[in-house]
């Protein structure tokens, strides 16, 4: 196994900017785990079939070939809460596993981002970083976003969606979002993407020590 390098955080954390940073940083290859649940969901809404239908879910799952899903048609906020739900189910999970893995074990290494890469995907990794936020800060740069887009819904209903997004990720049975034991906490609340950039590197270095990796 290269070098791997573990980001979890809730959603709208900024982990997904800063493990693209990260990676381009030290030449690695970057995971968004976030988009293979998405595009689950994805498969799912397109064969009009319910997120919550197991069966469908699994079989969309082991099925995925993301190489061939439009990118676009996965970002947003409906997609990610689709992709919340579809996660809940265990089926799906285990068929994403290996894939993840597969992904991690590849030379010089990797940097995976989304919420059980520290706990349970890689529990192994070199390096794991937790990525969060207060819920007030990450709905407001939500709706920036949102807003940047052409987008105006109300601050308090991106709010309501980050909470209730962070009580189901967080109150699943399977594989819940959780910060690993040994994964540092990096609270970006009052840091911008070059400060949090810039800690993660320092967190980095410290465990490549003296060594040469990646
Ligand atoms: O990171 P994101 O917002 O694109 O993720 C969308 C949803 O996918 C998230 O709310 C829960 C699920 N997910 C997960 O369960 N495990 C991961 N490793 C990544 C995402």
Redesign the pocket.
């Known amino acids: 196994m290269g070098f791997v390098i573990a980001v ?1 955080g809730p ?2 954390s900024g ?2 900017t800063l493990s693209k940073r990260i990676a381009a940083h030290y030449g690695l290859a970057h995971l ?7 595009a689950v969901a994805r498969l799912l809404l397109d064969k009009s079939r319910a997120l919550d239908d197991e069966q469908a879910a699994a079989a969309a799952a082991y099925a995925l070939n993301l190489a061939y899903m439009d990118e676009s048609r996965l970002r947003g906020a409906e ?3 689709a ?2 739900r ?3 189910i265990p089926a799906v ?1 285990a068929a994403l596993l290996d894939r ?1 893995r597969d992904f991690a074990a590849q030379e010089p290494g990797a940097v ?6 520290g706990t349970v ?1 890689c529990p192994e990794a070199a390096v794991k970083l937790f990525v969060t936020a207060s819920p007030e800060e990450r709905a407001r740069r939500r709706h920036r976003e949102l807003v940047d887009r052409g987008d105006a819904p109300p601050y308090e209903s991106v709010l309501a969606d980050i909470r209730a ?1 962070d009580a ?2 967080t109150g ?1 049975a399977s ?1 819940p ?1 959780r910060q690993a034991q040994d994964a540092i906490l990096l609270d970006t609340t009052e840091l911008d993407i070059d400060a949090a950039l810039a800690r993660a590197i320092a967190v980095v270095e410290e465990v490549r020590g003296a060594s040469s990796l990646p």
Do not use: N, P
């Open positions: 979890d959603a709208a982990k997904g968004d785990t976030g988009l293979l649940y998405r997609m990610g809460e992709a919340s579809v996660s809940v999970r993840q995976l981002d989304g919420r059980d890469i995907v997004r189901r990720d699943r594989a979002l």
